[in-house]
Structure formats: C-alpha cells, structure tokens
C-alpha cells in the first residue's frame, strides 16, 4: 500500500537471483470448484512470501535489481501455469517508467457469449526497498521486507491464479491477473496499464484488488467497493460461505492503492485488507508477523469470489452515485408497527391454563375490545387453552378478528368479546425496505415479535435473498414467495458478510 509524503536491517546483499519453479499445471482434465479450492496450500503461500519477502530482493523497490528479481520469479510462476502472456510484446511484462515491469497474464474465458468481457485480479508486488523519509516511518536505510505489504497479495493471486486454471471448463468470463509495479512510487503501474492497456479498457467489468492481507486479526476482512455496482456485496457474502470471515464492509474508497486507479475510470471494484499495523512501512514487516492460517481462508474466499464474479449472470455497472457517497453501514431501525393485538399474558405452567393478561397495551384493538390485566382467555376461536398451542399465531393468523372467552374476577358468567385486528394476517413477521442499490436484495427493519421469522433468528439489518441462489425478476420476490409456499420457506441471510441458509416454517393462511 502506497504511503506518499509519509513518514529499513542494514546488510551486505550479494543478489543472486533464482527462481523457485513449480510443476506445469496439468488441464488436460475437468476439475470442480472444490478442487481449485483445496489447491491453495498453507505451505505454497509461505514459500511464496518466503521469496518475496527475504532479505535477498532488498525491498523489492520499483527499478531496482530487487524489483527486478521478484518479477522474474512471478512471471516464472505464471509461465509454470501455462498462463497467457498478456504484457507486450507476446511476454508477461509492461515495461515503463525507470526500469518498471508490471507483470501480466490471461486466463481465457470459456466460450460462453462472456468470454470477451474481463475480471482483472490484482496487487501490488513493490514495495520500498531500503526506505526514505517520503516513504517510511524508519529507521531509514534498512531493509524494509514488506512481508504484509504486499508480498500477502502477491502470494494470494498467485494461488488463485492456481486454482482458477486448474478449472475444466475455464469460468466465463477471461480473467486478467496482474501484478502491479511502482505502487509505491503513487499507483504507477496500474495508471501506465489504463493509459497503455494491453485489453481493451472497455471490456473490464470489475477489479479485485488484494493489498496488505496477511495480518487477519478476530477473522476480520475489511472490503471496499461493495457499493460500486450492484450485487458485488451478494456475491460477497455468496463466496465467503466456506471461509466463514468477518466481513467489514467499509463504504470508504481509499485513494492508496491500485484499485482508486480503475476507480477514478468507473469501473466498479472490490479491495480487500486485513488492516494495518505498527510495523507498516518500517522494517519490522516481516514474515514471522504474518498470520498464515489467515492469508489461507482469505485466498481461497478471493479464489471463490473471482470465480462467482467471473460466471455470475448480473454482474452489475459501474454506480454512478457511489463516488463520494457516505453510507451507513446499518440499516436504521424502522420504527416498530402498532400491535396487531396489544396484549401481553403470562407463560403457562400447563397446557389446560388459561392465558393471564398482564398488560393491556393503550389504544390497541384489545383496549378497545375491553380486554384488562388480570384477565383469564378461556378459549380463542371457541378453541380452549389446551387446543391452542400459541395465543400469538393465533392471532398472528387471523384474517381481520377474534373471538374472545373472558373470565373476570368479580363476574360470574364468562364475557365473550370479539378483537377486531389491526392489519393483515402473519404469516412470515418481517418489515423490509429495498435498496435500489441491492436489487433483489430484501434489507430487514424489523420482526413481528414471536413470529415465524422472530424464532427462525431473523434479526434487523440482515440482507435476505432467494433460495438457491436465483436471480429474481422483481422487488417483490419475499412477498411472493411466501404468499405461494404452503408450508415453509428455505432464505439465504447475509448477515455481516456471512452467509447462512435458514428454513423457516409459515403460519398457514386463514383459508387453511
């Protein structure tokens, strides 16, 4: 990550460079996601980071024989996939600037009507060699490894640019992954690349962007770019389901790394970081600080992310409003819609009780009906205590009114009282609004207490969408789908970027 007009272990370097070579990717037979997924290795990572981040490339500044040393190794590694070269010239590399290589390769998108369009996958493999005042926060004239920043991204595309050629057939759309020079230096290698692009710029459909993710802290990914085109948080939460991170959806475009690049041409995209820390931009980042376990879990959700945007069918443009907006990360509560009934009673000990009314709400159609505290409901719908397992589905069910049996202290003879009901009969117990932003997407207010939904876990602010992953053609999908289910429904809930499938068993309507 670049740090301009900011505030490195001295040593005698004899630079040789090599290269540490993997075996050619085999392709000559069909492999499912799963296996792409489990081709990303703990150890592969290391040994990358290892490379990447020792002593021998000098802090890999832009330019310099270090730099050049650590693009050599990565357009090996990419050669060893039989990845396309996608640079000048037939080569993995871009030349520009003093000595600057962005280094560049295609996965070619199965032939689909997709193909033409591109995903670009990208970090930066830079970084600030020995240090100066512009660039580090010291000591000066050491080494600065940058093991997190960004040697972690670096290792990760590598491995999803694995994965993602292990697949038979190839995902839809063509995938480009570029490793970025001269980041450091003010975004250089990305802003040379949409100047001199070596695809039409045009075809570009979305940017990932992997930068300082190796210092994962409480599982937590911070994600940028959510809000740049739709459906990029649902695909998100979609590819987070086997990980199982933290996602921090931060409505915030920094300005610090390649993807403000793309950004500042209107192409949507996603930036994903595990933070920063004390040891950013000094010497002290080093690979022993890393956290491992956590790189891994965050490569192969980026390998199932690069693979969902690359096949999904609503890969949505470019947000024209998303430049400069400021967004609240929840949803405000809605506020809560009067009662239905307006009655709270006592648990019973036993199935023949009565239900005990212990607080009559004001104003509320059992205020109105007559209802007070310390009533005893005898029977609902002629129905006694022991034939009704739940006085709120009851109620919740209820076309427009109830009929009440009242025993009353001081009154001998029973009272019956008919409750005409606010509103429409229950059967789900959620208030949701719809971002246009979210199409599809449902966005929870608030849950009818007791409620199908209430006991299913439903909770305000989770992000509700179609069973099975389907691209919907309405707004109105929930209501839908409830008003045609007989029995239950089957939701996928996003909640903080983690994704969860929950069955929730319907309240029969008044005709059943």
């Not at 930066?124 to 080494?143: A, M, R, W």
């Not at 980026?302 to 470019?318: H, Q």
């Not at 007989?486 to 996003?494: A, F, N, P, R, Y």
């Amino acid at each position: 990550m670049t740090v301009l007009a900011r505030m490195p272990r001295i040593a005698q370097v004899n630079l040789t460079i090599f290269l540490v070579l993997i075996a050619t990717v085999d392709r000559g037979h069909a492999a499912t996601p799963s296996v792409g997924r489990e081709s990303i290795l703990l150890n592969d990572l290391k040994q990358h980071v290892a490379f990447l981040a020792s002593d021998t490339l000098e802090g890999r500044s832009a330019g310099t024989r270090g730099g050049h040393a650590a693009a050599t190794y990565l357009a090996q590694q990419f050669r060893n996939l039989g990845l396309t070269p996608a640079g000048d010239d037939g080569d993995y590399f871009q030349e520009f600037g003093q000595g600057y290589r962005n280094i560049l390769a295609l996965l070619p998108g199965s032939p689909s009507g997709r193909d033409q369009e591109v995903i670009i996958v990208g970090a930066h493999f830079d970084h600030v060699g020995y240090g100066k005042s512009t660039n580090s926060y010291g000591p000066l004239g050491q080494i600065h490894n940058g093991a997190d920043d960004n040697a972690s991204g670096t290792a990760a595309i590598l491995e999803v640019a694995e994965a993602l050629a292990l697949l038979e057939p190839s995902p839809q759309r063509t995938i480009l992954f570029a490793l970025w020079d001269a980041e450091e230096a003010g975004l250089l290698g990305s802003a040379h690349w949409v100047q001199h692009p070596t695809v039409p710029l045009e075809r570009v459909r979305l940017v990932i962007n992997a930068d300082m993710v190796g210092r994962m802290r409480n599982d937590r990914v911070i994600t940028y770019g959510c809000n740049t085109a739709a459906g990029l948080r649902r695909c998100v939460a979609f590819a987070n389901q086997q990980s199982r991170l933290n996602i921090d959806l931060d409505p915030s475009h920094r300005d610090d790394s390649d993807h403000w690049t793309f950004f500042q041409r209107q192409i949507p995209y996603l930036m994903l970081h595990t933070g920063e820390h004390p040891d950013y931009h000094r010497p002290s980042d080093d690979v022993e600080r890393l956290n491992y376990d956590g790189l891994h879990r965050l490569a192969q959700m980026m390998y199932d992310l690069t693979r969902i945007v690359a096949d999904t069918d609503d890969l949505g443009s470019f947000r024209g409003g998303s430049s400069g907006e400021v967004q609240s990360k929840q949803v405000n509560a809605a506020p809560k819609p009067k009662p239905r009934l307006g009655l709270a009673w006592q648990q019973r000990n036993s199935p023949d009780e009565p239900f005990l009314v212990t607080h009559v709400v004001p104003d509320s159609p059992a205020a109105e009906a007559g209802l007070l505290e310390g009533d005893l409901i005898n029977s609902i719908d002629g129905a006694t205590p022991s034939m009704v397992n739940n006085l709120r589905d009851a109620v919740l069910k209820a076309e427009s009114q109830v009929r009440l049996q009242i025993v009353r202290q001081g009154i001998d003879e029973p009272l019956d009282m008919t409750v005409y009901l606010r509103g429409h009969p229950v059967r789900l117990g959620v208030h949701w609004r719809i971002n246009p932003d979210e199409p599809q997407t449902v966005i929870v207010t608030s849950i009818v207490p007791g409620s199908p939904a209430a006991r299913a876990g439903i909770q305000p602010n989770d992000r509700l969408y179609p069973p099975g992953n389907k691209i919907t053609s309405g707004a109105d999908w929930l209501q839908e789908l409830v008003e045609r289910s007989q029995d239950s429904i089957t939701l996928h809930v996003d909640r903080a970027g983690q994704l969860q499938t929950i069955q929730i068993e319907l309240l029969p309507t008044p005709a059943t």
